[in-house]
């Protein structure tokens, strides 16, 4: 692996951090004002940096993608959603011509906003155990059934999902991968607040809602291999360093104005430790994606950068909550916040059990159990 980057990727992250220093996004827009800063990101084609040209996109290389996530989440700005970052390149490799015409140019401009439903209440981390069916009816499938955590589904127009069209089959292989507009008749979305406050996770109920056949993706009952390739495309991503990352800063920052006024000074270890365990997580996240810059597929490698990443968030809110004391844990304080919401970081997208599982099997070669 190569641990500098080259006068050209250096120059590429000055052209970004310009873009986004002279069209700062909206701090606290609502949805309208998102909606619209995602389309000035389409217009640049800083949404779809790392498609295919023939897509809409400008061909990025997997590292240029890296730095272009970075530079947006500093900036404070999307650096890609479910749509852009899983469901395109799923629909590049699975799709129908039919289907990337109808849906790529849409998500590449930032006009349609994409959810994920794959997870219900009794399949989660076994995911195949999914019960939502979808009934075949002449030309629509018909589908009922729930899921849960779907991220953002309340500000969603589509949302790519699994349902079981084969009840007798091996769980793995009576799956299909379809496309569904929410807007569709039966579709309802409750919100999930979580433990801090917020609402990003929602519930969505599917009662007799009216898919077209067209709208599957793959063939049918082979739906959990379409899955596999999103998932291996939701696992490679930096945001997880960067979030620890940008919670560290903040604690470096307090401490060294003021903070540590009254702290042992051993507590500047836990610090520097952190510091370093940040910087070995950004060097994981660098491996996947020079791994698929040369053409090789992390597959453990993802699920090393996921896992040793997701508990790194943890370690730092936890570690920023105690340190700060009494006023850390106030509900309203960034430290407790980040502590509360910490918490889903080694659940959501595939939980650190899974990872281990993945790492153990694919990664050391150890028999499964």
């Given amino acids: 692996m190569e641990f500098e980057f080259s006068q050209a ?12 220093a002279g ?16 389309r000035t990101l389409g ?53 129908t011509d039919e289907q990337r015409r109808e849906h790529l140019p849409r998500i590449a401009s930032g006009e349609v906003q994409w ?15 999914l019960q939502t069916r979808a009934t075949r009816d002449g030309d629509d499938y018909v589908i009922n059934g729930q899921k849960i955590w779907t991220s953002g589904a309340h500000e969603s127009d589509w949302i790519f999902m699994l349902a079981r069209t084969d009840p007798e089959a091996p769980k793995h292989r009576g799956i299909s991968f379809f496309l569904v507009d929410m807007a569709t008749p039966g579709i309802q979305v409750q919100p999930l607040i979580q433990l801090t406050g917020a609402h ?28 596999t390739t999103t998932l291996d495309f939701e ?27 009254h702290q042992p000074a051993t507590r500047r270890h836990l610090l520097a430790d952190l510091r370093v365990a940040v910087e070995v997580g950004r060097l994981l996240a660098y491996r996947v994606a020079w791994m698929q810059g040369r053409g090789l ?38 430290a407790a916040f980040r502590y509360m919401d910490s918490v889903r970081l080694t659940i959501g997208q595939g939980t650190g059990e899974i990872q281990r599982n993945i790492i153990a099997t694919r990664g050391l070669g150890l028999a499964r159990g």
């Fill in 235 to 261: 696992r490679s991503g930096i945001e997880r360093v960067l979030v620890a990352d940008r919670d560290l800063r903040r604690l470096e920052t307090w401490w060294c104005t003021g903070g540590s006024a």
């Fill in 297 to 334: 597929a992390p597959n453990y490698e993802a699920s090393m950068a996921k896992m040793y990443n997701s508990d790194l968030g943890q370690r730092v809110a936890n570690v920023a909550v105690n340190v700060c004391g009494l006023p850390g844990q106030v509900r309203s304080a960034a």
């Fill in 43 to 95: 217009e640049r084609g800083w949404l779809t940096l790392h498609w295919p040209e023939e897509y809409g996109g400008q061909g990025a290389s997997h590292i240029q993608q890296v730095i272009f996530k970075e530079e947006s989440f500093h900036a404070g700005a999307e650096g890609g959603n479910s749509g852009v970052n899983m469901l395109g390149p799923t629909l590049m490799l699975h799709g």
């Fill in 9 to 20: 990727e250096r120059d590429f992250r000055g052209r970004v951090r310009d873009f986004f």
């Fill in 200 to 227: 990003g996770f929602n519930q969505v109920f599917f009662e007799d809602v009216r898919v077209p056949a067209r709208n599957r993706v793959g063939d049918e009952h082979r739906g959990w291999y379409v899955a």
């Fill in 23 to 38: 069209q700062p996004p909206p701090e606290h827009g609502d949805r309208t004002q998102r909606a619209a800063y995602r």
């Fill in 115 to 129: 959810c994920q439903g794959f997870s219900e209440p009794g399949a989660g981390s076994d995911l195949a155990a």
